[in-house]
Nanobody, 116 residues
Framework: QVQLAESGGGLVQPGGSLRLPCAPSAIFSIDHMRWYRQPPGNERELVAAITQDGNTNYLNSVKGRFTISRDNVKNTVDLQMNNLKPADTAVYYC???????????WGQGTQVTVSS
């Protein structure tokens, strides 16, 4: 069973930064790598995505503050979050879709709380 190991969550003050790394337990050919989040009482939403070619896409509210990056050799995907706001408080989930088929995996989620 492939697992996505997420880390880096925690409590941070507004304006602070966090980095969320995600690494799968096995090496595969991965197509899409994404970070989602689920704020309290709300549905899960796509925060950032990156293709194998490095093309990125961001939720409007995080543009200019968050950066997604990937290492195609190690198959890791990181989310650098700067200038965090209380509205960024959520459980953040890592997601990968393997190349050549529909197989996808989710991480267990890591809590990010932005509060003074």
């Amino acid at each position: 069973q492939v697992q996505l190991a997420e880390s880096g969550g925690g409590l941070v003050q507004p304006g602070g930064s966090l980095r969320l790394p995600c690494a799968p337990s096995a090496i595969f050919s991965i197509d899409h790598m994404r970070w989602y989040r689920q704020p309290p009482g709300n549905e899960r939403e796509l925060v950032a995505a990156i293709t194998q070619d490095g093309n990125t896409n961001y939720l409007n509210s995080v543009k200019g503050r968050f950066t997604i990056s990937r290492d195609n050799v190690k198959n890791t995907v990181d989310l650098q979050m700067n200038n965090l706001k209380p509205a960024d408080t959520a459980v953040y989930y890592c997601y990968v879709k393997l190349a050549g088929g529909p197989t996808e995996y989710w991480g267990q989620g890591t809590q990010v709380t932005v509060s003074s």
